[in-house]
């Protein structure tokens, strides 16, 4: 019998820069938004928040991203919540709401390169002009704005701007846009835009379009494009990519980042998402290059998806270039890939091989060509264009390899033997052989607690403009706001109309706190204000965010209409009560809200007096608290969530 060894299939491959270089490298980086994502991170201690940033950002310390892409929040729900607008109607203007700001000043912070990409998913009512679309010049407004803020308030200059995120686009409105930016002074480029290949049917027909759009941006591409595409000879990305768990999505990152470049010449390539800041039991849970969702602890893990973006972050750079095709650039033989680039000296090299199984990497929401790996042994051969190096530096990771800690392992210094080197490949590993040493980075993270309760907050103690702690909005967008009275600071939902939706919006602003595994008696209690007319109310057991109607749980809403009413439904839909009656509820008054859920029954509290009682129960619904409101302006104040006394 013969024993097949490893090396028994051994192919060589030429490594050169003699005739030319391949495209220029543009980066590989995560996506805050789209949405929410990073929506817990903000609540994180700083010396937690600083440690996460690092790992992300940090160049040589983890996974040291040269993209960082943010959703121009527009007060849209965007996937696992809803980011604040800087314009929430026509006559405001902030450029200090959300995360998305200081989560781009901190990147920066740490790496001075990185590039920034704006992209809108959806918009504040007010710019569609009376329409439910975005392609009117109070759109063009809207976005300049925040591309100027970026560039006034904290001195950032976006590099790349997109369009409207998976939705329809516009010629007049894109070529409106690049017209603004140039007559503007800005250099942001623009991408086109956001959503699948088909876009370049158009563009092929239409050069004057085309002429506006400088990056050709799909998502979730398999690692493939269209032909149509290909021919613009434009600059192509992977605008969107990955949608996988923290760890375990790390196969499917390791061959997109080198089979995106190999496949379809694709120069960047952007995760979604940056990170799985977002309460568990969101859409996407534990999606994100890492996880960091316990602000109250400070407790974040970090999983072989950031050591797999490492790969790549540590050891290139935008404005690299890749080889040619068939010169360190390549599928391998037996399955697998390797892709070389180098920097605009010439000087370094840096060479990525990749071995995995095509079934167990691929990407959610795509899947790429079949085909097979196994065992093979590959040889590289510099020539005399990379005569100078003699030894390159090897970082490894076997994805068959669970253990966290085993990932990007250094294994030492080869030198090489006549200009070559080889590596014996199984399936499921990944390689980085480059004139570049890399740094594991390693900080200790505190352990893991629940969420505490009970949890009290008279919210005056955050910064005006801010989200309250913990409260992750899901339709609507509230923000502390100084009452510049004995109340202090509130927090007041700031959309007085439906926006120009990304998905479903529920049908009532609401924003949830707490675990969703909750399923045991509980008391939540606030103060509300209805300042105009309208609808205020709490909840438990709410079990559902992101994109939809709403969510089923246990809800206790007054409406100011008729002089005051209030019922208990079974959804934040606020539809079919099951129990409702007449309260003296008006507009401009404070009155405290409190819904009591117990193993037997709910009751309703106005002001600490019983108003209405109901057979839902602790043991029948289970999820977060929350708290709701019309479209309308509504405070919250003294908010409260315990178990029952
Ligand atoms: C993307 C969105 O752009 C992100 O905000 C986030 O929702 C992400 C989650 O995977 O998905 O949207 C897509 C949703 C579905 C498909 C592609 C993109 N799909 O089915 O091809």
Known sequence: TIVFSISDASFTYTVSKATGLGRRFDGIGGLSGGGCVTRLLADYKSKWYNQIMDYLFLPGFGASLHILKVEIGGDVQSTDGTEPSHMHTADDE????????????????????????????????????????????????????????????????????????????????????????????????????????????????????????DVIGAHYVGSAIAEECAALNKVQWSSEDMSLDYDTGSLCWARSLNQNYVRANLTATIAWDLIASFYDGLPYSGVGILRANEPWSGHYRIGRLLWVSAHWGQFTKVGWSFLKHGSGVGLLDNGGSYVSLTDPTGEQLTIIVETMDRNSSQCAHSSTVYYSTTNQTATFQLDTSFGHITQLYVFFTDLNILDVDQAFTYKGIITLDNGTFTLQLSVGVLYTVSTINGTKGAYDAPPSQPFPLPYADNFDDHQVYSEAPYFSDQTGSWEIIDTASTRGKTMRQMVPERPISWCDDADYPYSIIGNYTWKQPLNISVDVLIEKNGIAFVALGVSEGGCGNGSSGIVFSVNTTNNGSWQITNSTQLTNPVTSGIVSIVAGTWYKLTLVVLQDYSVGYVNGNPVGRCELTASSYSGWGAIGSSWDYVQFDNFCLQSPI
């Open 94 to 213: 902030n450029y200090q709401r959300g995360y998305e700001w200081n989560t781009m000043v901190e990147a920066k912070r740490r790496n001075p390169n990185i590039t920034l990409y704006g992209l809108s998913w959806g918009f504040p009512g007010w710019v569609g002009e009376g329409k439910k679309l975005p392609w009117t010049n109070s759109t063009l407004r809207y976005t300049m704005n925040w591309l100027l803020g970026a560039k006034k308030y904290y001195n950032l200059d976006i590099d790349y701007i997109g369009i409207w995120n998976e939705c329809a686009w516009d010629k007049g409105y894109t070529l409106a846009l690049k017209a603004a930016i140039t007559a503007a002074g800005l250099k942001t480029k623009v991408v086109g835009h956001d959503s699948k290949w088909d876009v370049c049917t158009t563009l092929v027909k239409d050069p004057e379009w085309a002429a506006a759009v």
